[in-house]
């Protein structure tokens, strides 16, 4: 099951809207048959790997990470194929809570009289793919936020200069999270500020979807992410009010989602529904600090990753700005948390906590906070 993670994990990012999988048809003890979903969503691994094996799938064993699917979409049914193809036992990491599917898989294999065992690495293989299962589950991506600091939390001096706050390990990380996130989201200052690209520039990577919040219009139409020749595409997130302003202002290019105002700026949760619309499963929050805190405070993050460099600014701009927990018992709890080292920087990861998800949370540290 580790090999088959593997294989998913490879082209985790590009599968989307579909999950990122991973197959192995195992016979007489040696792996006849590999096979990982294909950029786009198709073909499945189950597909690729039975493929592979050619005759050796009959009385072979399939260790696939993700429930076979069970429904006749663009493709066949893999649980079918796995049975036609004379497979004698499934082994399966997690189920599929796509309602088409769930548990209707495994159902379909059991049926047959294949021997099916689920729920190996369960763990692993849900989190491989929890931007699938949240976007399936509550119709919004997984959301990661991503903050480079100092040792005093400050992401920018008092001038506005970031350049850089980490080190070169830590930005290189970075763009291999962008390969791996549908989309990632900045607001208007951190545009105004960096002028980003906001593409992953690691060989043989592939670009996400640009986001800009940007509720007043301020950023200027020269700014690269707007510009800059990609084959993702830029969106730009504004209030509903300026929609028709701003296909005049940034062009055919840039794809113009007009949102309703909230108390500190835009809706950002219908921003995260219109995503998952869009077949969106994981998104990377980059900046700046007001975005953070309207993120943090609308309820939408799901894990934070925080690069702290070694280096003391004493004063600048904070990591997270308007967000103001009264006391500490207010403050947002992270669970799960993990430290790493990052060429110069440590790494710091962990789950927000919510009220609905403390419990589910409480006391498990046993599971990677990796991105």
């Not at 999950?19 to 499945?44: E, K």
């Not at 002028?195 to 640009?210: A, H, Q, Y």
Request: aromatic share 4%; with cysteine; charged share 25%.
């Amino acid at each position: 099951m580790r090999e088959a993670l593997a294989l998913a994990r490879e082209m985790l990012g590009l599968t989307s809207p579909n999950p990122a999988v991973g197959c192995l048809i195992v016979r007489d003890g040696r792996v006849v048959g590999r096979g990982a979903t294909a950029r786009g969503g198709r073909p499945h691994a189950e597909t690729q790997a039975l493929a592979e094996a050619g005759e050796h799938a009959r009385g072979a064993t399939a260790i696939v990470s993700f429930e076979p699917c069970a429904h006749q979409g663009q493709t066949p049914p893999c649980a079918r194929a796995l049975i036609e193809a004379g497979i004698a036992r499934v082994v399966i990491g997690c189920t599929d809570p796509y309602p088409a599917v769930r548990g209707r898989g495994i159902a379909m294999l059991r049926r047959a009289g294949i021997e099916t065992v689920v729920g190996v690495l369960e763990q692993d293989c849900r989190r491989l793919n929890e931007g699938f299962i949240m976007r399936v589950t509550r119709g919004r991506p997984f959301a990661l936020l991503k903050l480079a600091m100092t040792l005093d939390g400050r992401i920018a001096a008092a001038n506005g200069d970031s350049h850089w706050v980490s080190s070169p390990a830590s930005r290189r990380l970075v763009h291999q999270w962008r390969r791996e996130c549908d989309a990632v989201i900045v607001g208007a200052g951190t545009v105004i500020a960096d002028n980003p690209r906001l593409t992953c520039r690691l060989p043989g990577g592939r670009d996400p979807l640009r986001v800009v919040v940007d509720s007043r219009l301020r950023c200027p139409p020269e700014q690269r992410v707007f510009r800059q020749r990609s084959a993702a595409p830029t969106l730009l997130a504004t209030a509903a009010e300026h929609v028709r302003r701003a296909q005049r202002r940034y062009g055919e290019r840039t794809t113009i989602v007009g949102l309703p105002r909230s108390s500190r700026g835009l809706d950002l949760k219908r921003l995260m529904r219109e995503l998952a619309r869009r077949g969106v499963c994981r998104v990377m929050f980059e900046g700046g600090a007001h975005l953070a805190a309207s993120a943090l405070a609308a309820g939408i993050i799901d894990r934070v990753a925080f690069f702290l460099a070694p280096k003391i600014l004493g004063s600048g701009m904070p990591a997270v700005d308007g967000l103001s927990a009264a006391t500490m018992r207010r403050a947002l709890p992270v669970a799960a948390t993990t430290a790493q080292a990052v060429g110069d920087d440590w790494l710091i990861q962990g789950d927000i906590v919510t009220d609905r998800r403390r419990s589910a949370f409480a006391g498990d540290r046993s599971v990677s906070a990796s991105a």
